[in-house]
């Protein structure tokens, strides 16, 4: 997997871009969610068949 620089999603519009490119691999990304669950989404699977596919967790910190 490559550094990440720069990471832009969105959820509900289907968007993830790393380092301002399209993610061009499957990836499931999980964000922080309302009350303590997280939110999925696969991104840039182009088959219905089950594939390997990187994962990127977000985790927000709030230590002050």
Do not use: H, Y
Not at 14 to 30: F, S
């Amino acid at each position: 997997m490559r550094e990440i620089r720069s990471l832009e999603v969105d959820i509900d519009k289907g968007i993830l871009k790393i380092n301002g490119q399209d993610a061009d691999t499957p990836t499931i990304v999980t964000l922080p969610g309302p009350e303590g669950w997280p939110l999925q989404r696969l991104f840039a699977l182009s088959t219905d068949a089950l594939v390997e596919c990187n994962r990127i967790d977000v985790v927000l910190n709030n230590k002050s």
